[in-house]
């Protein structure tokens, strides 16, 4: 469909960055002060996980919304709300007085974050096409892991220096306040794919085989990358290393490989970033369960190395391959991978609490307890990858031998053309 007004794409592109920086810092800055949240309110791991677990909810919540409403109502409405969800959920964290109120204040950050994704997936693939959309959807992911690790190192600078757990909350605001600034005044981009905006088509497409294969295997691959991510700082705390800095280098290197996915993808096609992302993480987190000291430097490289790609190779997989589900499957790939992030965060922190009382049991205290509970649970995370490798490799034999009958069928239509 041709646009009717002019876009500003590298305008509206950079205002979609710092949307998701946004959502990137408050994850990175959470985890951080996850521990002084549970030391001031008197909070268990479990607590802590149905906190954590606000956070993933309301994501997909606001994610399914949008992507119903999307082209109803615009990106540019959804955005609005998104900016007034951040703002609200911000105020309230800051001003919670317990376990209550930081759910309440958790959610609704939530539900920004889920904006964020509805609106600016959509909105990029509308704007670019076929390589140039998975680069530049790949730009746009790569700043989450990159918003984590700027995140990540202003909470350990600042919980060094001493400052208050709400004072980092406060430093979530500006990239806000930015994003709402270079959206102001903008025009936004229309769908270029015919019958896109028909519920009713994205539905239909959104039933395929495929598309079911996906929205499954996406479970699996966010709660891959955010369940180790999100209880770094716990699980880590006691294992020699410093858990802000692993969570930093895992994230800078996320941000590094998204940046140059596109020649990546192009390359080995999405189906082979896939399973090698799978192999990878798995690798990583078994590394997590087993080493400490400065060789749980090496597993976040392996982790960064499996889970950089998970994301927004399977939303742009979606996008390229099965387009007529439109935002609405983009964003409900996104929002069930939330949405089980959501539901394993109190899981989790069940499993910790377990183990913790097990190791007691057998003998073990302080930090020796601390570290073999969390490390025994990364052994339990190593499953969710293990069977992404095994799901991965089905989808390569299937989209290969899909590709290659769409080529034979393109050779032969070739073939038919009369020569002049």
Known sequence: MAQTQEINQTRLFYASCFALITTAFSFSIRAGILPQL????????????????????GFPIAMIIGGLVYHTVGPKR??????????????????????????????????????????????????????????MLARFHMWFPGGIFIGSLVSKFMTDAGLPWQAQIWVIMIPTIIYAFLYFGQNFPRPHVEGVTSLAKNF???????????????????????????????????????????????????????????????KIDQTG?????????????????????????????FFAVGVCYFWPTMIGFVAQNIPLSGALGMSIVGGVGMFSTSIFQPIIGRWIDGERATKSAAGLSGDALDLAAGQATLLKMTTFP??????????????RNRNRRVSVATEGKVLQQPIV
Request: glycine letters at 10%; hydrophobic letters at 60%.
């Open 38 to 57: 549970g030391k001031d309110f008197g909070l268990s791991a479990e607590q802590l996980g149905f906190i954590n677990s606000m956070w993933f909810f």
């Open 78 to 135: 959804i955005m609005m709300f998104a900016f007034f969800a951040h703002t609200l959920g911000i105020l309230l964290t800051i001003y919670a007085g317990g376990y209550t109120g930081l759910l309440i204040s958790t959610f609704f950050i939530g539900l920004g974050n889920g904006c964020t994704e509805a609106a600016c997936n959509p909105m990029i693939a509308d704007m670019y096409s076929g390589n140039q959309m998975n680069k």
């Open 204 to 266: 239909q497409a959104m039933l395929t085989p495929l598309y079911l294969f996906i929205f499954a295997c996406m479970a699996l691959t966010a709660i891959s990358e955010f369940g180790p991510q999100q209880w770094v700082g716990l699980i880590m705390a006691k294992s020699g290393a410093s858990p802000m800095l692993i969570l930093a280098l895992t994230t800078a290197l996320m941000a590094i490989g998204r940046y140059f996915a596109g020649p990546l993808v192009h």
């Open 273 to 301: 970033v896939l399973l090698g992302s799978a192999i990878f993480a798995a690798i990583g987190i078994y590394l997590f369960s087993s080493q400490t000291g400065s060789m749980a430097y090496v597993a976040a490289i």
């Open 386 to 399: 293990l069977i992404l490798i095994v799901a991965f490799t089905i989808l390569w034999f299937v989209m």
